[in-house]
Structure formats: structure tokens, C-alpha cells
């Protein structure tokens, strides 16, 4: 089974920056089109970033001009670089293949953002 482990969050002031890791165990994971999600206390999970095996991404509009999504396939590692952070970013914040998760129960223990005023 996939295996996916988040890690780099933690607690940042208002404008503050963070960067996002996720390393996958799969040996197909650079032809895989990756996502970042993220759950707020209360709230359903969201998606927040796409990219494709090439490259190509995609944003939420919440998100747009401050988040980047990008990959190392060498490294099976797909990051989110995370600028001008929000107190309402505030959320555990999870990756998973696009648009079909791996297996149930794939969802990692994702990692804690929390953005302070």
C-alpha cells in the first residue's frame, strides 16, 4: 500500500511563510498528478493544489498567487510553498493522487498549519 507522509507545518504569523513536504512510496508516483488538501477544524476537506506528471498546475482562488505547488520525482516529493499566509489557511494540510486518492484510507496523518494574527 501507498504510503504518504507530510511534513513542514507549524505556527507562522500573518505573512509569514511556510514549505510543505509530502513523500510518497510508490514507484509510479512521476506519472502521477498529485494534490494538496487541507481540512479546517469543522469544515470539509478542501482541495487546494493540483499538478500533473509534467508539471502543469492548478490553484484554488483562496489560494491563487500565494501558494506553489511543485515535485521532485527523483526524490518522490511533492511540496506546497506557502507565502502571505492567512489565519483563515489555518488547517491540516494533506496530499494525495489527483483526482483518485490511492487506496482508502490513504489519507497520511497530514500536517498541522496554524497561522496567527
Known amino acids: 500500500q501507498v504510503q504518504l507522509v507530510e511534513s513542514g507545518g507549524g505556527l507562522v504569523q500573518a505573512g509569514g511563510s511556510l514549505r510543505l513536504s509530502c513523500v510518497v512510496s510508490e514507484s509510479m508516483f512521476s506519472i502521477t498528478a498529485m494534490a494538496w488538501h487541507r481540512q479546517a477544524p469543522g469544515k470539509q476537506r478542501e482541495l487546494v493544489a493540483t499538478?500533473?506528471?509534467?508539471?502543469?498546475?492548478d490553484y484554488a482562488d483562496s489560494v491563487k498567487g500565494r501558494f506553489t505547488i511543485s515535485r521532485d520525482n527523483a526524490r518522490n516529493t511533492v511540496y506546497l510553498q506557502m507565502n502571505s499566509l492567512k489565519p483563515e489557511d489555518t488547517a491540516v494540510y494533506y496530499c494525495?493522487?489527483?483526482?483518485?486518492?490511492?487506496?482508502?484510507?490513504?489519507w497520511g496523518q497530514g500536517t498541522q498549519v496554524t497561522v496567527s494574527s
Open positions: 494525495n493522487r489527483y483526482p483518485q486518492v490511492y487506496q482508502p484510507g490513504s
Open positions: 499538478i500533473t506528471s509534467r508539471g502543469s498546475t
